[in-house]
């Protein structure tokens, strides 16, 4: 996974509004949960919460399916992992560093 990808995913939910929109896709489960249902919630103005979920769609957080008039989010819980994965790839690689220096 590039750097920048993940650079991406983090800055878009280094954000509280868009976090908090991103924690009610991942409640959700797979279904997904309605836009309206997140407006409700978190009573933020439709223009508003638009604006965050394209910004979380486009690092590839969320999908949306649209179900006659009802739009739903769905979190893209690969691409999370995928961001988890990159974060934890080498933890503790370093660690014989520490323990040879004490």
Known sequence: MQLEYVAKALKELGHPTRLS???LTVKAGHQGVPVGDIQQQLNIPSSTLSHHISNLS???LLSQRREGRTLFCIA??????QVIDF???ECCLDEYCLSESK
């Not at 893209?76 to 992992?81: A, C, I």
């Open 58 to 60: 486009s690092a590839g």
């Open 87 to 89: 974060l934890q790839d």
């Open 76 to 81: 893209q819980y690969e691409n999370l992992q």
């Open 21 to 23: 929109i991103y924690k």
